[in-house]
């Protein structure tokens, strides 16, 4: 030991003695905000959190992430219309990230990988019936199943699947996938059983001694339009023929077949006859801006060939064409006739103008309220007006699409688990929103030149490829990387780094960051410089 | 495949990244980092300086493995860190006299040789020297020019945050025109401090010849690193001068630290770049190029530029040296400058407004 | 060994054998021909494990010294004047940091007007620094101050300033018996550091310290000044024994003994002193030298003991401190306080003016004629040149060829 001076030397590190802490009138917090991607699934995925697994190539628990909250992700990854895409905040900077194709990829690992779900560890012995296996259902069981819970499906059709088999053409979901997908589910123990339409509820509920039921049957009547007809034209409506299409894969339409409509239904029944070899033709009658379809299935639609015939309404089908009238759109968007006419031919008339929900059944059990085309739900717990009967999917009101109708069905069965429980189910409060105004682009921005050609490269093949092919792993995890972490840590060590005072402790991978109150000053580089706005300064208690 | 994908989701800007491989990311990043400048210190709120030093002091420990000793000139970065009876550093570290730091140094390493080689041990102590602007440009000039043309092995690190500070806030030789400092206060004519004065420390330590001179900012941490560790590859004198905020001083936000900063960087206001044996060699480009004005709108030192009254011809004035900057060091397109640049004071005084 | 050689080449070999590893100055005339034989020296190889530094200025000199005595190695600069007060801030420094550095000051006026001849005014400037201020009578003396001076800084923990009058020292070629380095090197260990910059045991020096503990501090340099009184007269034992040589210690006395008049003197006047006393000794006049070695510290006790019961004691001063008197006397008096000593004192020989025995001779005549009526007298003043300029400037004159005490300086002010 060196023989030091008296004050003028000093031992290292004595500094430690000094809390600086106490300086501060400012404290940083950590905050958790909402992504905007996470906020606009409507299955209520954690999006952010299991692109933050894939990024670091962590698949399998990217994956169990990501099925945290939707059990299909292979075939959501193909037939969702990810409106999260459209919040993504890095859409303000270059582009979305993108995140269905993401969501494909960690879906067909898992089948790659025989990944499967967790069985409960504990069962209840409450039974749950679920009535229809379409996304609803299926997402219903998977969630009460994890509650441990005995579920019990009834399918009226001869397979599982629901709208995802019988209504989504195969080239957008190949049905290897839903069965692998739906395979997974029944391993972990809930019983599917098909050919069983129900007539009676309460009966059912009554003699297989279940605890509740959670009602999916979907909309699966088509809509009908009076359309004045010939002999010879066909007027067909599109569940049926896409159900054709999905049982017997080849069926005899015609060859110039006009489709009716403008949604998403629209475009498969159009897309599915052109892979059939017809020249379908969408009758529509607004224009492309008022067009509810997808746009992305529309640009597939139009790239392969598909023609359309806007602000058009068919009048009359005769032998070989149809009678249309041209419209106009209004000042609030509404079509109006013009009176003016032309003959558009035609072997053959889809109508794909929208379905409707069989409400015979349910109208049977008595105090079962119901309003125009749907099963009265409290929006919350998704209980139907009678106890211990639940309802999900398109027979509510609400989005129909597969994905709402996966966040449909885990909401409907926490409904059930918390009456099962003799509990009220409440939704957990939604964290405040990260915006982009939160967030530092200037952190995000540059890629270094030499990958700047991969980026292009994967944003081709993302948008070009995508319901044909896959990402590959390189572009996924290149895709997965490009997430803005938005509201949310990505352990980027900012915070750790640019502390003048050494006052954040890094607790290690995947654990974090602490403030170090006793010396952080609250001079708030850290909540300045976070990329993700998930530091926040809030007035000292004094 | 995991690194083999370069394009991050922060690319190389944050000062860590978990997705990189652990050997690729900043040495702040770790969490095992030397601290060299631990907690407890009493710099101010969000001080630049404290960062800086912790930055470069940090770097060039893991550079030299931990063999480095420290001169420091009398300043705020001496008085924080060692009020008797606290020491906030945690290696060798000696404080002489305001403007002597360069020449401890080299008795430093002088002394390092001579008991390495005494010792038979090829293991030699490095040093850095280091103090603020005005330890450096002004007071501890001679001793530093001497330092750099005897070529002693000294890194000499100045923290430049544009003013006295330490005594409250009077203008140095590294001042920008049009700054209050409570010596060019913002009265008379011409508010804040005169054009056409002020001293361009890096351009005059490569006209030394010496192997290294950099300039460093603490809103590019990767790129302040690389300098710090590669001056250490180097023997002989070396020089690099960090831009370090001061929220006290120029009247920022102590929030704003970094990217008060980032915007000298990205405005052109204050070059980065890094010169080897008096030539020039790397620049660090502009990556989002932006107005002066949202670099000095943060600075109530140049409120009377950025209000209701600011004078638009001088604030034309400033950007102008911006623009001078962009063009004399390439900071936009892919070259580097082949002549020796001009120390914009040239530009001032070449200027009459 | 014995040479005959310039005495700065002497003290270059002093320096040498006490093995510095690091020797730094700048240019200042007397001082230059000592660390231009060390740089000789270790560019030659002659002196290892040394490193010699041409900087930029005598504040980096210091500067440098003070960076290579914190860094662990025995350190070793040399300056003069200008250049001593240049390095000001950085002697302060070193002497609160507790560095053992050795500096020659080779003594020289201080200008303005610029002079660079010999007096103390230099080294004297410095009496408040912290240093030890070791003064020397003769080249032999010097040479074994320095390597004295290693030795006591070392231990004492405090810097040395080896204080030989420029030119007249320095610049004089004598005999001077230069000890083996076996016998430099028994005596002097190689240098083991207190506290030092080492990676392997870090710390900060040089803190900045408040209220709290600044006078314990200053009051713990004090400590070692006065702890320094021993290991000088003990150091200065030990080296005697060594080498035979009479140099070093507090202070010493040349035939002294039964002296009504005591001189006290700095520095190489003591010489020409010598000499001089010798011829008076030989009229019967009894007068005697005490010779002050230590300026800092300064040996009260050694000095009254010196003095004894001496009734009239005369001071030597080639310094002055303005609006003041004397620089040495006061001290003196200080040492001497509650005796019936009569303490005067005399300036002579400023900015090169030669001390000769005529000097001394009438010196210790106006003593003991009673002629030096004030506490100050100016010696060998040009009353003749003087007056060229009083009488034109301002109508006024000092008696020619009269002693200049402070009752002729008040008289030509119109003063009482």
């Known amino acids: ?542 | ?353 | 060994m014995l040479k005959q050689i310039e005495g700065s080449l002497g003290i270059a070999e002093a320096v040498a054998l006490c093995r510095p590893g690091a020797v730094c100055a700048y240019p200042i005339s007397p001082q230059t021909h000592i660390v231009e034989n060390v740089g000789k020296f270790v560019k030659e190889g002659k002196l290892q494990d040394c490193e010699f530094v041409n900087v930029e200025s005598e504040f980096s000199a210091m500067s440098v010294s003070i960076g290579a005595s914190a860094g662990g190695v025995r350190t070793y600069t040399a300056t003069a004047s200008q250049g001593l007060l240049y390095m000001v801030e950085g002697i302060y420094n070193a002497s609160g940091l507790g560095l053992p550095i050795v500096m020659t000051v080779a003594s020289r006026a201080i200008g303005a007007p610029i002079n660079i001849w010999n007096d103390h005014s230099d080294s004297l400037s410095q009496r408040d620094s912290g240093w030890l201020q070791l003064f020397c009578e003769s080249n032999q003396d010097a040479l074994d101050t320095h390597i004295m001076a290693f030795k006591i800084a070392e231990e004492v923990g405090l810097p040395v300033m080896v204080c030989m009058d420029g030119f007249v020292l320095t610049h004089a070629f004598e005999r001077l018996d230069i000890p083996s380095q076996e016998q430099i090197d028994s005596f002097l260990p190689e240098y083991q550091p207190k506290e030092f910059l080492d990676p392997k045991e870090p710390i900060s020096m040089g803190a900045m310290v408040g209220p709290e503990a600044f006078t314990e501090l200053r009051f713990l340099i004090q400590r070692k000044m006065e702890k320094a009184l021993d290991v000088i007269e003990r150091v200065t034992k030990e080296y005697r024994e060594l080498t035979g040589h009479h140099s070093g210690g507090l202070l010493d006395c040349y035939r002294c003994e039964d002296a009504e008049l005591k001189l006290i003197i700095l520095g190489s006047s003591v010489g020409t002193a010598k000499d001089e006393v010798d011829r008076l000794r030989d009229q019967g006049i009894k007068v005697g030298i005490i010779s002050l070695k230590s300026y800092r510290p300064f040996p009260y006790a050694k000095l009254r003991e010196a003095i004894g019961d001496c009734k009239k004691v005369v001071c030597l001063e080639r310094s002055f401190s303005y609006g003041a008197r004397g620089i040495i006397c006061p001290e003196v008096k200080r040492a001497m306080e509650g005796t019936d000593c009569d303490i005067r004192t005399t300036v002579a020989g400023l900015g090169g003016r030669a001390i000769f025995g005529s000097t001394i001779n009438k010196i210790v005549h106006a003593s003991l004629e009673g002629k030096l009526k004030d506490e100050i007298t100016w010696i060998d003043m040009d009353t003749k040149l003087l007056n060229s300029y009083l009488k034109d400037a301002e109508g006024v004159t000092v008696p020619e060829d009269a002693l200049v005490d402070d009752s002729v300086l008040k008289a030509t002010v119109g003063h009482a």
């Open chain 2, 1 to 353: 495949m995991l690194d083999a994908i370069k394009f991050y989701q922060t690319g190389s800007k944050t000062v860590g990244n978990r997705l990189l491989n652990p050997s690729m990311r900043s040495n702040q990043a770790s969490e095992s980092r030397p601290n060299t400048l631990i907690s407890g210190h009493r710099a101010c709120q969000g001080c630049g300086e404290a960062l800086g030093a912790r930055y470069a002091i940090d770097a060039a420990m893991r550079a030299t493995n931990g063999q480095l000793m420290i001169a420091n000139a009398t300043g705020c970065l001496e008085v924080f860190s060692t009020p008797y009876p606290e020491s906030a550093w945690r290696l060798p570290w000696i404080h002489s006299l305001f403007g002597n730091a360069a020449a401890v140094g080299s008795g430093l390493a002088v002394a390092a040789r001579v008991r390495a080689k005494k010792a038979g041990n090829t293991n030699v102590p490095r040093v850095i020297a280091q103090g603020g602007d005005g330890g450096t440009t002004d007071i501890g000039f001679g001793p530093l020019s001497g330092m750099f043309e005897r070529n002693d092995d000294v890194l000499y690190i100045c923290y430049d945050n544009g003013a006295y500070m330490n005594t409250g806030v009077q203008r140095s030789s590294a001042t920008p025109p049009a700054a209050r400092t409570a010596t060019t206060q913002l009265v008379g004519s011409e508010p804040g401090a005169d054009w056409g004065k002020g001293k361009n420390v890096p351009l005059i330590a490569m006209a030394h010849g010496i192997p290294y001179v950099a300039t460093a900012s603490v809103a590019d941490l990767r790129d302040l690193e690389y300098k710090v560790q590669k001056a250490m590859s180097y023997h002989g004198a070396r020089y690099i001068q960090i831009l370090v905020p001061c929220p006290l001083g120029w009247g920022c936000a102590s929030s704003s630290t970094v990217t008060v900063a980032r915007l000298a960087m990205e405005t052109g206001f204050y070059p980065i770049f890094e010169a080897e044996y008096g030539k020039v060699t790397s620049v660090r480009k502009i990556t989002q190029k932006q107005p002066v004005i949202n670099f000095l709108k943060l600075q109530r030192r140049y409120a009377h530029l950025t209000g209701k009254k600011g004078d638009p011809k001088v604030l034309a004035r400033i950007q102008a040296m911006c623009d001078e900057n962009i063009k004399s060091f390439g900071l936009i397109g892919d070259e580097v400058p082949e002549t020796v640049p001009v120390a914009i004071q040239a530009l001032e005084r070449n200027q009459t407004v």
């Open chain 1, 1 to 542: 030991m060196m023989n030091k001076s008296f004050a003028a030397t000093l031992n290292p590190a004595t500094s430690l003695a000094n809390k600086t802490g106490s300086w501060r009138t400012l404290r940083p917090i950590n905050v958790f905000k909402l992504p905007p991607c996470n906020k606009q699934c409507p299955a209520g995925e954690n999006i952010q959190q299991w692109l933050y697994f894939a990024g670091e190539g962590d698949y399998e628990h990217a994956w169990r992430v990501l099925t945290e909250n939707n059990p299909l992700p292979a075939c959501m990854g193909r037939v969702c219309y990810h409106t999260c895409e459209s919040k993504c905040n890095r859409g303000f900077l270059d582009e979305s990230v993108g995140i269905n194709s993401v969501e494909r990829f960690l879906g067909d690992y898992a089948i790659e990988h025989n990944l499967s779900f967790k069985k409960p560890t504990r069962e209840t012995g409450k039974r749950v019936l679920i009535i229809g296996s379409g996304p609803a259902g299926l997402s219903a069981a998977y969630q009460l199943r994890r509650f441990g819970h005995t579920v019990h499906i009834l399918e009226m059709a001869a397979e599982p699947g629901g709208m995802m088999r019988y209504g989504i053409p195969v080239y957008r979901l190949p049905r290897n996938i839903l069965d692998a997908e739906i395979k997974r589910l029944t391993d972990m123990g809930i019983t599917i059983e098909c050919n069983h339409k129900v007539e009676d509820i309460l009966k059912e509920k009554e003699e297989g001694h279940y605890d509740a039921v959670i009602l999916g049957m979907g909309a699966s009547i088509s809509t009908n339009v009076d359309i004045p007809q010939g002999d010879t034209t066909h007027v067909l409506n599109a569940l049926t023929v896409l159900g054709d299409i999905a049982s017997h894969t080849d069926i005899e339409v015609g060859r110039r077949v006009a489709v009716y409509g403008g949604g998403n239904t629209a475009v498969d029944v159009a897309r599915s006859l052109r892979r059939l070899g017809a020249e379908p033709i969408i009758v529509y009658r607004r224009n492309r801006d008022k067009m509810p379809a997808n746009e992305e299935e529309m640009d597939g639609a139009i790239e392969e060939g598909i023609q359309v015939k806007w602000l058009s309404t068919i009048t009359n089908a005769q032998k070989d064409s149809l009678k249309i009238e041209k419209m106009k759109l209004n000042d609030q968007g509404w079509p109006e006739p013009t009176g003016e006419y032309e003959d558009l031919p035609a072997d053959a008339v889809v109508l794909a103008i929208g379905q409707n929900v069989d409400l015979s059944v349910c109208k049977k059990v008595e105090g079962l309220q119901t309003e125009k085309d749907a099963v009265t739900i409290d929006k919350e717990t998704m209980q139907t007006t009678v106890a211990g009967i639940f309802a999900a999917g398109d027979m509510v009101p609400g989005t129909r699409t597969v994905t709402a109708a996966i966040g449909m069905g885990k909401h409907a069965a926490r409904g059930v688990n918390a009456y099962l429980k003799g509990e009220v189910y409440k939704r957990a409060e939604k964290h405040e929103d990260a915006k982009f105004e939160d967030m530092h682009p200037w952190y995000y921005t540059d890629a270094p030149k030499t990958v700047r050609p991969q980026l292009e490269l994967a944003r081709r093949t993302q948008t070009f490829d995508e319901v044909q092919h896959g990402l590959t792993e390189e572009n996924a995890i290149f895709e997965a990387r490009r997430c803005l972490s938005c509201g949310n840590c990505m352990e980027c060590d900012n915070c750790y780094g640019v502390c003048p005072d050494s006052a954040v402790i890094k607790l290690g991978p995947g654990k974090g960051y602490e403030f170090n109150y006793d010396y952080c000053k609250g001079c708030g580089v850290c909540a300045q410089e976070c990329p993700c706005g998930h530091i926040k300064m809030v007035p000292e208690k004094i």
